[in-house]
């Protein structure tokens, strides 16, 4: 797998959690924030990380409370989803 140890920090959150993991190598990384439809609703980040612990802090106030899914992608394939709880 490319990624390690991912994590969101607060979960359950109330305007912003921080989204922690580890990239084995430099990689072309998109993190979407998806509703449970599956529709995006944001793209926290989309740009290249190196091969080390990278923090992204996600912004949720404009969101509704509700559950959602953090999805990063690695290289065009998702790597990772995380059940995000936005209260």
């Given at each position: 797998s490319m990624l390690n140890r991912v994590s969101l920090?607060?979960?359950?959150?109330v305007e912003t959690t921080e989204l922690r993991f580890e990239l084995k190598h430099a990689s072309?990384?998109?993190v979407l924030l998806r509703n449970?439809?599956?529709d995006t609703v944001a793209?926290?980040?989309?740009g290249t990380l190196n091969a080390s612990i990278n923090t992204k802090m996600l912004r949720l106030e404009g969101l509704s409370a509700g559950i959602y899914l953090v999805e990063i992608r690695?290289?065009?394939?998702a790597a990772s989803?995380?059940?995000?709880?936005?209260?």
């Open positions: 920090i607060p979960n359950p959150a072309k990384v998109e449970m439809l599956g793209t926290a980040f989309d690695v290289n065009g394939k989803i995380k059940k995000l709880v936005k209260n």
